[in-house]
């Protein structure tokens, strides 16, 4: 009696191994799927048949395995030999790959009746059915004879290999009766289809075999036997955009007088690694007030590869910025007062090595800004610039400082001397942000449309910031060093060749500019100074904006000389760190009658006109 036992329990333990002791996998079925595949079925053809295929899942989704199934038909069979109509089956493990777990399937074929078939499946109370026409047909009806070739294909459009885009396409083609319905010929038992290639770039482009693309190495001509008139192949794109066409020949038809072909339409393969960005900033309706006190600015990118295709949507664009310049060997020069840095040094970096070398720049470890009201110097994770380096090494970041060296988080791809450099960090308040596939915001980074991407530049929108890095950086005298205020953009995709750094953004106004004269004078009779300040739309002062003056004379007999000067405290006109000007406008000469009108404007806004006169003695 105990060895029986014994023996029960080690059978049941084995069974649980290789299947599950019990079959209480049913009991947690709560999901049921009924799939019948395509196919024609006739009664002229008992050998056609169609798969019927059950899944069961559990609460969560996931296929159950060892769950009893339960199918039933009113017509047809699930065998080619006797007329049953009623099987219960096991859901199935699956193959190596996955594919097929918690699955069960078996076989409808057409029987002898012809009419509508109710196919169904029961499993712990949950039941679905499907019906499935069974057609009726005399035996040797043209039903089976090949007419014409369908081909489809899933995918027109493919991206170069090695890309996050659509690189392969399923191929399918069906043998169709001149009615355009697919049929099964007499004989599948041997390939009765070739696909190959006609036109192709030459890059590596596959065909397999499908439903098991990896039983077979790809080529670009494939032999193919049709199950139940359906044969499908996978193409796979290679390594070189063009274009790919495909002809199916039907191989029973080719010793006849009337041989069976079909040829695929242009199959473009485009999208390859991508190799160049482009960057630019609209200019009408290009900024946005938040009404925080920051301003956002709109900006665009086109990611291209090497032959001027857009890359492959959902490329993702890493993005980066900097305000401000602690040290560089462009201009200008950032003047500190003890020493300044050095144009055009012979800086350079080696393959494998990281490390910046500048042996003529003596300030990695003394360059500073001010900042908060102290001195900050350059720190780990600075960002490193490399202007004219290639773009896998155009960004690093700062992982040790030495008087003459720098040693950065990560090596170099190639030797290069002359490198021109610079090295900063975000201290004034900008951020950068993209928008992803939805159309929302996501910092640091921005996802491919076509090829295209928005970004967007945040910044405060005041009196100190509005104009950094929009003009000649030497006249922005906020900021200590002069010039050190700087606006830098990065962008790259990791592990390609695309990646720019570009100074075309800055802390951009809102326009329209006014111009105002708080004088509150429309006429001159004599020298007088002029108090004006120059708003954005948001009445925001703007400093360092260039007044521009023109002077024609309408009367002029007695040598009137009408001359415009600086703004007060400056060698030009342009407005204080205020935005304000006190402009001198000096009136010489001329007689009674003589006269001048005198404009003032601003890029981007407004004129002031004031008419000058010499009054009547």
Same mark, same amino acid.
């Given at each position: 009696?105990?060895?029986?036992?014994?023996?029960?329990?080690?059978?049941?333990?084995?069974?649980?191994?290789?299947?599950?002791?019990?079959?209480?996998?049913?009991?947690?079925?709560?999901?049921?799927?009924?799939?019948?595949?395509?196919?024609?079925?006739?009664?002229?053809?008992?050998?056609?048949?169609?798969?019927?295929?059950?899944?069961?899942?559990?609460?969560?989704?996931?296929?159950?395995?060892?769950?009893?199934?339960?199918?039933?038909?009113?017509?047809?069979?699930?065998?080619?030999?006797?007329?049953?109509?009623?099987?219960?089956?096991?859901?199935?493990?699956?193959?190596?790959?996955?594919?097929?777990?918690?699955?069960?399937?078996?076989?409808?074929?057409?029987?002898?009746?012809?009419?509508?078939?109710?196919?169904?499946?029961?499993?712990?109370?949950?039941?679905?059915?499907?019906?499935?026409?069974?057609?009726?047909?005399?035996?040797?009806?043209?039903?089976?004879?090949?007419?014409?070739?369908?081909?489809?294909?899933?995918?027109?459009?493919?991206?170069?290999?090695?890309?996050?885009?659509?690189?392969?396409?399923?191929?399918?083609?069906? !043998? +169709?009766?001149? @009615?355009?319905?697919?049929?099964?010929? =007499? $004989?599948?038992?041997?390939?009765? &289809?070739? #696909?190959?290639?006609?036109?192709?770039?030459?890059?590596?482009?596959?065909?397999?075999?499908?439903?098991?693309?990896?039983?077979?190495?790809?080529?670009?001509?494939?032999?193919?036997?049709?199950?139940?008139?359906?044969?499908?192949?996978?193409?796979?794109?290679?390594?070189?955009?063009?274009?790919?066409?495909?002809?199916?020949?039907?191989?029973?038809?080719?010793?006849?007088?009337?041989?069976?072909?079909?040829?695929?339409?242009?199959?473009?393969?485009?999208?390859?690694?991508?190799?160049?960005?482009?960057?630019?900033?609209?200019?009408?309706?290009?900024?946005?007030?938040?009404?925080?006190?920051?301003?956002?600015?709109?900006?665009? !990118? +086109?990611?291209? @590869?090497?032959?001027?295709?857009?890359? =492959? $949507?959902?490329?993702?664009?890493? &993005?980066? #910025?900097?305000?401000?310049?602690?040290?560089?060997?462009?201009?200008?020069?950032?003047?500190?007062?003890?020493?300044?840095?050095?144009?055009?040094?012979?800086?350079?970096?080696?393959?494998?090595?990281?490390?910046?070398?500048?042996?003529?720049?003596?300030?990695?470890?003394?360059?500073?800004?001010?900042?908060?009201?102290?001195?900050?110097?350059?720190?780990?994770?600075?960002?490193?610039?490399?202007?004219?380096?290639?773009?896998?090494?155009?960004?690093?970041?700062?992982?040790?400082?030495?008087?003459?060296?720098?040693?950065?988080?990560?090596?170099?791809?190639?030797?290069?001397?002359?490198?021109?450099?610079?090295?900063?960090?975000? !201290?004034?308040?900008?951020?950068?942000?993209?928008?992803?596939? =939805?159309?929302?915001?996501?910092?640091?980074?921005?996802?491919?449309?076509?090829?295209?991407?928005?970004?967007?530049?945040?910044?405060?929108?005041?009196?100190?910031?509005?104009?950094?890095?929009?003009?000649?950086?030497?006249?922005?005298?906020?900021?200590?060093?002069?010039?050190?205020?700087?606006?830098?953009?990065?962008?790259?995709?990791?592990?390609?060749?695309?990646?720019?750094?570009?100074?075309?953004?800055?802390?951009?106004?809102?326009?329209?500019?006014?111009?105002?004269?708080?004088?509150?004078?429309?006429?001159?009779?004599?020298?007088?100074?002029?108090?004006?300040?120059?708003?954005?739309?948001?009445?925001?002062?703007?400093?360092?904006?260039?007044?521009?003056?023109?002077?024609?004379?309408?009367?002029?007999?007695?040598?009137?000389?009408?001359?415009?000067?600086?703004?007060?405290?400056?060698?030009?006109?342009?407005?204080?760190?205020?935005?304000?000007?006190?402009?001198?406008?000096?009136?010489?000469?001329?007689?009674?009658?003589?006269?001048?009108?005198?404009?003032?404007?601003?890029?981007?806004?407004?004129?002031?006109?004031?008419?000058?006169?010499?009054?009547?003695?």
């Amino acid at each position: 009696m105990m060895v029986r036992y014994a023996l029960a329990v080690a059978a049941c333990l084995v069974a649980l191994v290789l299947i599950g002791c019990g079959g209480d996998s049913e009991k947690h079925v709560v999901q049921l799927q009924l799939q019948v595949t395509e196919g024609p079925l006739s009664t002229a053809h008992p050998e056609q048949y169609r798969y019927v295929i059950a899944t069961a899942r559990n609460a969560d989704g996931d296929p159950l395995v060892n769950a009893s199934i339960e199918f039933h038909t009113t017509l047809g069979s699930f065998d080619n030999d006797t007329v049953t109509r009623r099987k219960v089956m096991t859901t199935s493990r699956g193959n190596a790959d996955g594919s097929g777990r918690g699955e069960a399937r078996l076989q409808l074929y057409p029987g002898a009746e012809a009419g509508t078939a109710l196919v169904s499946i029961f499993s712990n109370g949950q039941q679905r059915s499907q019906s499935v026409l069974i057609e009726a047909g005399e035996s040797g009806d043209p039903l089976t004879e090949v007419h014409q070739l369908g081909l489809s294909l899933s995918v027109s459009s493919l991206t170069v290999a090695g890309t996050t885009g659509q690189e392969t396409s399923i191929v399918r083609i069906e !043998l +169709q009766n001149a @009615d355009g319905q697919r049929v099964t010929p =007499a $004989d599948e038992q041997q390939a009765n &289809l070739r #696909v190959s290639m006609i036109t192709r770039p030459g890059g590596g482009e596959s065909l397999k075999p499908l439903p098991n693309p990896l039983e077979q190495s790809g080529s670009h001509q494939l032999e193919l036997t049709t199950e139940q008139g359906l044969g499908q192949a996978l193409l796979t794109a290679g390594t070189l955009p063009g274009v790919i066409e495909l002809l199916v020949e039907f191989l029973p038809s080719l010793s006849g007088s009337n041989p069976l072909l079909v040829q695929s339409s242009r199959i473009n393969v485009a999208s390859g690694p991508a190799h160049s960005i482009a960057i630019s900033y609209p200019i009408q309706n290009a900024i946005q007030d938040l009404g925080n006190g920051f301003y956002r600015r709109k900006g665009g !990118l +086109q990611v291209t @590869d090497r032959y001027g295709n857009a890359v =492959a $949507d959902d490329t993702v664009v890493s &993005l980066g #910025v900097l305000d401000t310049v602690l040290t560089s060997n462009i201009p200008p020069v950032l003047d500190y007062g003890f020493s300044q840095n050095v144009l055009y040094t012979n800086a350079g970096i080696r393959a494998g090595e990281a490390s910046l070398t500048d042996v003529e720049n003596s300030l990695f470890q003394s360059a500073y800004v001010e900042h908060n009201g102290i001195q900050r110097f350059i720190e780990p994770n600075d960002r490193v610039l490399l202007l004219n380096s290639p773009a896998r090494d155009k960004s690093r970041f700062v992982a040790q400082l030495s008087p003459e060296a720098m040693t950065t988080t990560a090596g170099f791809m190639q030797d290069q001397d002359a490198v021109q450099y610079l090295v900063g960090a975000a !201290l004034k308040g900008i951020q950068v942000a993209g928008e992803n596939a =939805a159309g929302e915001l996501q910092p640091g980074r921005v996802q491919t449309l076509t090829g295209a991407g928005t970004f967007y530049l945040t910044y405060p929108a005041n009196r100190h910031t509005l104009g950094l890095g929009c003009q000649d950086p030497q006249l922005d005298t906020r900021y200590q060093p002069v010039g050190s205020a700087q606006v830098w953009l990065i962008a790259q995709v990791s592990d390609t060749d695309a990646a720019v750094v570009d100074n075309q953004g800055c802390y951009s106004a809102l326009l329209d500019f006014q111009l105002r004269n708080l004088s509150g004078v429309s006429s001159l009779s004599e020298t007088a100074t002029l108090s004006l300040d120059v708003r954005d739309a948001a009445e925001i002062q703007l400093p360092f904006i260039e007044i521009k003056a023109q002077v024609s004379y309408t009367r002029n007999q007695g040598g009137l000389e009408v001359s415009v000067g600086f703004c007060d405290g400056r060698t030009d006109r342009r407005t204080n760190t205020n935005g304000a000007c006190a402009l001198p406008i000096s009136i010489q000469g001329g007689q009674s009658g003589d006269r001048a009108l005198l404009q003032l404007s601003v890029n981007g806004g407004n004129t002031i006109e004031l008419d000058v006169t010499i009054p009547e003695n």
